[in-house]
């Protein structure tokens, strides 16, 4: 294992703003060059070969991209008209490729558009990877706002996918909860429920805002299906910090993040929690096992810390997390956590890039995953880690995509409907 800066150091607004602009580059330079959908993953070292081979699309990650493309053009990165044209010829492929009741799948070919299988029952529509998409696209309606031919062509085409959604589809048969995946080959034989503290907040808020009110859910399935899950409240102290909800420690860190990088927590709460307090202590339990490292792993201490679902040493990939800890760190745990733990963040950043830079800091920023415990580091980068870094860390900075999420008019019905409070000014 080579270590050592990568740089000399920088201060610390341009050093975030550095690894920020690396990791947007995934979405710009490594998105997929017929589709420019994101590539699932992408190799750590520069392979012009391995990268042509690399066609399967991530409809979520393809949902962070958008976010990540929104970035590009506020902070001049790219040209504003160059991200509206890229996200044109996305949203444009998207239309071409199969519906599945207005979802799309987890995974689809960046060439054809034709749906890849993630597993034999798992060939069609994925609600949450659908969620996670239009996350970014209304993000992108809002933003693209000039009354011009390309920008007003892009809102309509958002438009009009957005409303082709059947969220209502996937609560079959009156069930008070939303499923997870349908196969036009196998049903919802998967009845894999969505419920439980998780990731999929995104999920139920959208599928309340549905524009068109036969696709909208009743508020019943969030209540009665997403929120009363043994995994839902837990109201348990664990390292010295009560969780509102959640699995026992917590669970991966991409709770905290996925969903909430267009929902804003600040001031967000219903009958069961503040969000911006849960996503907190949700992170501060997470780095206070870190910092007592009971595996006894080397690297792990207050500028060493991220449990989250990533590449593994030993595994393919595993959902890290305080009760299923590998010894592996993944830098976006901690990356995308600026919004909640800013200096604690900030100190893993400056460590991941001074002290372990030459290491695990490449083209589109770090990798996936490390473990100095294995003296392993992931040899690839990963849609769904890499854009959240670029989207929380923009949210901590000028808090833009908050505001963009937040402002638009299906969202705060959505919101409303499933009776969530949250500030007027929301998104102003």
């Known amino acids: 294992m080579t270590k050592g800066a990568s740089s000399p150091p920088l201060e610390d607004e341009a ?18 060059p017929v589709s420019f959908l994101a590539r699932d993953r992408l190799p750590f070292a520069a392979d012009a070969q391995a990268d042509a081979n690399e066609n399967k699309i991530s409809i979520g990650g393809s949902g962070f991209g958008a976010m990540a493309l929104v970035v590009g053009a506020a902070r001049g990165w790219v040209g504003r008209s160059e991200a509206a044209r890229r996200l044109m010829t996305m949203v444009s492929f998207l239309e071409r490729t199969p519906s599945y009741h207005g979802m799309f799948p987890h995974y689809l070919d960046g060439r054809t558009g034709a749906t890849i299988p993630m597993g034999r029952k798992d060939d069609g529509g994925d609600l949450v990877e659908t969620a996670l998409l239009f996350q970014g696209l209304l993000c992108a309606r809002r933003f693209f706002d000039r009354d011009d031919p390309l920008e007003t062509d892009l809102r309509n085409h958002v438009t009009w996918l957005w409303q082709d959604v059947e969220w209502s589809f996937h609560a079959p048969h009156g069930r008070k909860v939303l499923l997870w995946h349908w196969s036009p080959n196998n049903g919802f034989s998967l009845n894999a429920e969505i419920h439980g503290w998780n990731e999929c907040l995104i999920a139920y ?94 690297g792990y201490g207050p500028d060493c810390w991220g449990l989250t679902a990533s590449d593994d040493a030993l595994h393919n990939y595993a959902a890290h997390a305080p009760d299923n800890d ?103």
């Open 15 to 32: 050093l975030l703003d550095a690894v920020q602009r690396a990791t947007f580059r995934y979405f710009w330079d490594g998105a997929h």
């Open 326 to 428: 590998l010894g592996v760190i993944s830098p976006t745990a901690a990356l995308s956590s600026f919004p909640y733990l800013p200096q604690e963040a900030a100190r893993a950043l400056r460590h991941f890039h001074d002290d372990l830079g030459a290491w695990i800091f490449g083209r589109y920023g770090f990798a996936d995953a490390f473990s100095e415990a294995h003296g392993w580091r992931a040899d690839s980068y990963l849609a769904i880690d890499q854009g959240p870094i670029v989207a929380m860390i923009e949210n901590h900075r000028s808090g833009l995509l908050w505001r963009l999420f937040m402002s638009d008019p299906d969202v705060r019905r959505g919101l409303a409907r499933l009776d969530f409070r949250f500030p007027p000014q929301a998104g102003a």
């Open 205 to 298: 808020v959208l599928a309340a805002a549905a524009p068109n009110p036969r696709f909208a859910i009743d508020p019943i399935l969030y209540h009665e299906g997403f929120a009363q899950s043994r995994s839902f409240l837990n109201r348990r102290v664990w390292r010295g910090h009560e969780l509102p909800l959640g699995p026992d420690w917590g669970g991966p860190l991409f709770f905290a993040h996925y969903s909430f990088c267009g929902l804003d927590p600040h001031g967000l709460s219903d009958r069961y929690a503040d969000y911006f307090e849960q996503n907190v202590r949700h992170c501060l339990v997470n780095y206070a096992h870190c910092v007592a490292n009971p595996g006894g792993y080397a």
